[in-house]
C-alpha cells in the first residue's frame, strides 16, 4: 500500500475510550463470480472490542474462540496490523494507543471471510473510535491489505461485502472499483460448514491458471444473467445463472459429499448451491426462509449419518455490514 499520508481532522477531545464492532461473515464468489462477487450475511460474524490507551501503539489485549490459532504479535495479527496501517496513514501512530480485544463467533478457514469479519471489525473501530474521519469506501483498501496478509491474495469479494453490507461486484481491482448491487428481498442462504479445514491460500493453489475460452463463455454469461436477475428480482433467472464451471470442479474435491450435499439442495428447492468462498462452506441459496432452513437441517442430516460434524447457519443477505454495538 503507498505511504503517503492522509491529511484528515481528528478532534482529539471527542476520541472515545472504547468501542465495540460486530462485522458480518461473508460469502464470496457468489457461486459464479470467482473473486469479483460476494454477500454479507447476518450471523455468524467477528467482534472487536477497542480501548484506547494512553501508551502509543496497537496491542492485542486478548484473543477468544480461535482456539490459539491467532497470533497476539500486533505486528503478525491481521486485524492489528491493519489498524496499525490506518494509524500510520493518518500519521497518528505516535499519538494515539489501542489496544484490541478479538472475538471470534465463526471458524477459521471455514470459506465464511472469518479473517475478513476481523479486520473489518478492527478496521471499522479504530475509525468509530476517532470520530469516523475516514468514510466505509476509504476503509476498504486497509481491508484488502488485511486479507493479503491473511492469505497471500488481496482479493476484495469477502471485504468488500464485510465493510459495505449487501452484495457487492468487484468490477475491476486496478484501481479497485467496487458496485453496490440490489438485493432481492426474499433471497436467503442455508450455510453448512463440514469441520474440515480448507485454508484460503492451498484451495487457491488449487486452481488452473488457464481456462477454457469456452468454459469462461459460460460462465461470463452466468455473471451476467446472475447480475440482471438481481437487477430483477427474477429468482428463475438468479438460478439459471448460478453455476460455476471454473473453479468448483477443482475445489470440489476437498469437500466431503459435496455433490450428494448438492443433490440434497436442488431436491429440497434450492435455486442454487455451491462452495462458500474458498471452502469448505456450501450454500445453498433460496427463496426464502423456510427453504433455506429445510435445506441446511437436511444437508446436515445427511453429514451426521456420514460422521462428519457441522455447523449451520441461516441467513437473509445483510444489507447493513459492519455495526456498532
Ligand atoms: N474469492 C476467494 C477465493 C474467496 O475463492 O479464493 C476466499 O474466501
Redesign the pocket.
Known amino acids: 500500500m503507498e505511504q503517503n499520508k492522509t491529511q484528515k481532522k481528528i478532534d482529539f477531545d471527542k476520541i472515545l475510550d472504547q468501542v465495540r464492532v460486530f462485522a458480518p461473515a461473508t460469502v ?2 457468489m457461486i459464479c463470480g ?2 469479483i462477487l ?1 454477500f454479507a450475511v447476518d450471523s455468524p460474524g467477528d467482534e472487536v472490542c477497542m480501548y484506547r490507551s494512553a501508551e502509543p501503539g496497537v496491542r492485542i489485549r486478548s484473543i477468544q474462540g480461535d482456539d490459539g490459532r491467532l497470533p497476539l504479535d500486533p505486528d503478525k495479527n491481521t486485524v492489528s496490523a491493519c489498524v496499525k496501517m490506518l494509524l500510520e496513514k493518518l500519521d497518528l501512530q505516535d499519538d494515539i494507543g489501542v489496544e484490541i480485544e478479538l472475538i471470534k463467533h465463526m471458524p477459521i478457514g471455514s ?1 465464511l ?1 472469518s479473517s ?1 469479519a476481523s479486520t473489518v471489525a478492527g478496521l471499522f473501530a479504530i475509525n468509530a473510535l476517532l470520530g469516523n474521519p475516514l468514510d466505509r469506501e476509504e476503509l476498504l483498501p486497509f481491508c484488502v491489505e488485511g486479507e493479503r496478509l491473511a ?1 497471500g ?1 488481496g ?1 476484495a ?2 471485504v468488500a461485502p464485510a465493510l459495505l453490507g449487501g452484495i457487492t461486484l468487484i468490477r475491476g481491482y486496478e484501481p479497485l472499483d467496487v458496485i453496490k448491487l440490489p438485493v432481492p428481498q426474499d433471497l436467503y442462504a442455508g450455510i453448512v460448514f463440514p469441520q474440515v479445514d480448507v485454508p ?1 491460500r492451498d ?2 493453489q488449487l ?1 488452473k491458471a488457464k481456462v477454457l475460452l469456452k468454459d469462461a463463455v459460460t460462465q461470463w454469461g452466468n455473471i451476467a444473467g446472475l447480475i440482471a436477475g438481481l437487477f430483477q428480482s427474477d429468482y428463475d433467472l438468479i438460478s439459471r445463472s448460478m453455476h460455476d464451471v471454473l ?1 468448483e470442479p477443482t475445489r470440489a474435491i476437498l469437500i466431503p459429499q459435496f455433490y450428494e450435499m448438492k443433490q440434497i439442495a436442488m431436491d429440497n428447492g434450492a435455486l442454487s448451491f455451491g ?1 462458500s ?2 471452502g469448505p462452506s456450501v450454500v445453498a441459496i433460496t427463496k426464502g426462509q423456510e427453504i433455506a432452513q429445510v435445506v441446511a437441517d437436511k444437508i446436515q442430516e445427511h453429514l451426521v449419518a456420514n460422521g462428519i460434524d457441522s455447523f449451520k447457519y441461516v441467513s437473509s443477505v445483510n444489507v447493513e455490514g459492519p455495526r456498532v454495538l
Do not use: E, K, L, M
Open positions: 464470496a464468489n470467482f473473486d460476494g470459506g471471510g475478513s492469505c491474495h482479493h469479494d469477502n484460503t484451495a487457491r486452481i473453479i462452495i468462498g474458498s
